[in-house]
């Protein structure tokens, strides 16, 4: 198909390239035009059609080939992916009206993220859970933290420190929350984290942090300075 638009009045078509020299007639402004070597649409009658006209008159000149519109499914595609867009950012801002924001995860699902970049040592990503204020503090909050890790690698005997948290409370209608994260030194190669977790109860060795968290803003934030106060490590 081959895209074209009247001379005459704009409207937007498409052609069948069988049709290229033919004689074409929009439907909406009855305008006579056609396909010209540059592949724009000029008006009048195209060169083949005047030439024919002369050596025979058509006996009915008001047999012409119309202009053919494109099908739904002939579409532009770039139209068809804008819309596609619209219709998504209008379904997430809908969303967002309904659960309170973008970034509303539950605090189950936070204190997940926070033990993995504990466990990591992913510092810019447990400053991300707190305020912008307090990611300075939540940096030297992780720095303690730490150093009691490093303290429990030693009765690992190299199998390293797992790192498990357990949501104590989570209320977004009075907005606090609290997490106790435990550090757990890993004694033996462990095949699944409830092994893990049998083995640390069993023998006591698991050293628990304490975390307290705000929901203000439709999400949830890690509360740094609430957390320091109330002292950050309690050994198990």
């Known amino acids: 198909m081959i895209d074209l638009e009247c001379p005459h009045c704009g409207r937007a078509g498409s052609l069948p390239r069988e049709k ?4 074409l007639v929009c439907k909406k402004c009855h305008t006579v035009f056609h396909m010209g070597p540059s592949g724009r649409a000029l008006p009048g009658e195209p ?18 080939i119309d202009f053919e519109w494109p099908k739904l499914g002939e579409m532009n595609r770039g ?8 219709l998504g ?30 466990e990591k040592g992913d510092v810019s990503k447990i400053q991300s859970f707190a305020e912008a204020e307090s990611r300075a503090e939540a940096a030297q909050w992780y720095e303690s933290v730490r150093q009691t890790i490093l303290s429990l690698k ?9 790192v498990e948290p357990v949501v104590a409370s989570e209320s977004a209608a009075n ?17 699944t ?3 893990v977790r049998e083995a640390a109860a069993a023998e006591t060795k698991a050293t628990e942090v304490t975390t307290y968290w705000t929901y203000s803003g439709g999400r949830w934030h890690f509360d740094v300075k609430k957390t320091v106060q109330a002292g950050t490590a309690t050994a198990g």
């Open 20 to 23: 290229a020299n033919s004689r």
């Open 47 to 64: 060169p083949a059609a005047k030439s024919a006209e002369h050596r025979h008159p058509a006996p009915n000149k008001d047999v012409d």
């Open 79 to 86: 139209l068809l992916g804008v819309l596609a867009v619209l």
């Open 89 to 118: 950012l209008g379904t997430l801002y809908f969303g967002s009206s309904l659960f309170g924001g973008f970034g509303s995860a539950s605090l189950t699902q936070l204190s997940r993220q926070m033990a993995e970049a504990v």
């Open 154 to 162: 030693n009765r690992s005997s190299g199998h390293g420190v797992k």
């Open 175 to 191: 907005g606090i929350g609290q997490v106790e994260i435990f550090l757990v030194p890993v004694t033996g190669p462990a095949r």
């Open 193 to 195: 984290d409830q092994i």
